[in-house]
């Protein structure tokens, strides 16, 4: 018998070539759609029963079995409760990598062992290798796509169980494939939105969870330029949306978010990209979680992302007595936040990482 082989399919191109590459290879296929979070899924900004229908057209042409299981309960508990937390004491967390440790290679995993599987699939453009008796996490061969940075809590467990089928793949050779096997997800475009919530206005969304407080919007010199609506609405480096679009004193130049005064309530703002104030050549992580199971040697070659779109940063680490990790560049990276992951890199090799402090 062949193995069985449960996919996390979304309703998007990547998941549903996953399911086709697998089932062309001869696994025992079964599709797998998760349903987590139920708070106002009318359809207007949650695409679920969009994406179940197109899940299912998916199925029908490939000719495997199709299951709904619904992880809204856990979503709440294991990742929504934490991004409130984070968002209330001022940091801008990172929904995508919890949602993946937590529901996507935990409850998911979970549920497709009960299924009789041994392991699970994802369209997530990422690989897996096994070397010495260990998984390692590699980049994934389209360096635009590569998603490990999101992948980068993932454990020995999780990624022994889990395959990637687009890791070698560049996105549009999975658009080519959708497209000739006939799937009416080829041209469908990605989601962009929040982890299983979806793309809607996120200020209206927060407020209706969170308590909005207004307070002063200052430059480092302490100079009121306007107010700000809630702290927990601004991250730093933002440029728009700040509400300084039309004032241009002092240098002329466009206002970014350089810090936030958690107990004076002012959100400090500095006109510039080059900014002194916006730019950072070290940093501290907690909440560590490493790939191997254990804390890398550190080396200085190993470079790290301090945001998903950022160009890898030469530096080396050092871990502290609390169990905590500096970090040192080579050189200064821009807008490192509070709540973003510090991602740790040897070449293609993720190590692991953590929460900026």
Not at 4 to 24: E, F, Y
Not at 47 to 63: H, P, Q
Not at 213 to 221: A, I
Request: aromatic share 8%; proline share 4%.
């Amino acid at each position: 018998m062949s193995e069985r082989i449960v996919v996390g399919m979304s309703g998007g191109v990547d998941s549903s070539v996953a399911a086709l590459l697998l089932k062309r290879a001869g696994f025992e296929v079964i599709g797998l759609f998760m349903k987590n979070w139920e708070d106002d899924d009318d359809g207007e900004y949650c695409s679920t029963r969009e994406d179940l229908v197109d899940v299912a057209s998916v199925a029908d042409v490939l000719g495997i079995e199709l299951e709904v299981v619904n992880f809204a309960q856990a979503y709440r508990e294991r990742v929504f409760s934490e991004f409130l937390r984070e968002y209330s004491a001022g940091r801008t967390p990172n929904p995508d990598v919890l949602c993946n440790a937590e529901i996507k290679f935990r409850a998911f995993l979970d549920h497709a062992i009960s299924m009789g599987a041994q392991r699970i699939a994802t369209g997530h453009y990422a690989q897996v290798r096994e070397r010495g008796g260990r998984f390692e996490l590699l980049r994934a061969g389209d360096t635009q796509k590569d998603q490990s940075y999101f992948l980068h809590r993932l454990n020995q467990q999780q990624l022994s169980r889990t395959l990637f089928p687009l890791g070698d793949l560049q996105k549009p050779a999975v658009r080519a494939l959708a497209r000739e096997a006939g799937l009416a997800v080829h041209a469908k475009r990605d989601s962009t939105g929040i982890c299983f919530i979806g793309e809607r206005p996120f200020r209206e969304f927060l407020n209706r969870y969170l308590p909005r407080s207004p307070g002063l919007m200052r430059t480092p010199e302490g100079i009121t330029v306007g107010e700000h609506i809630g702290l927990m609405f601004y991250t730093l480096g933002q440029r728009k949306g700040i509400g300084l679009g039309g004032q241009r004193e002092g240098t002329g130049l466009p206002w970014y978010v350089a810090h936030k005064d958690m107990a004076r309530n002012e959100l400090i703002v500095v006109q510039g990209h080059e900014h002194p104030l916006l730019w950072r050549d070290s940093l501290l992580a907690a909440d560590l979680a490493w790939v191997a199971g254990e804390a890398p040697v550190p080396h200085p070659a190993d470079s790290a992302k301090t945001r998903y779109r950022q160009t890898d940063g030469a530096c080396s680490i050092a871990l502290q007595a609390d169990g905590a990790c500096a970090a040192q560049f080579a050189t200064a990276q821009w807008a490192v936040t509070p709540g973003q992951s510090f991602v740790l890199y040897n070449g293609p090799v993720c190590l692991g990482g953590g929460v900026i402090q």
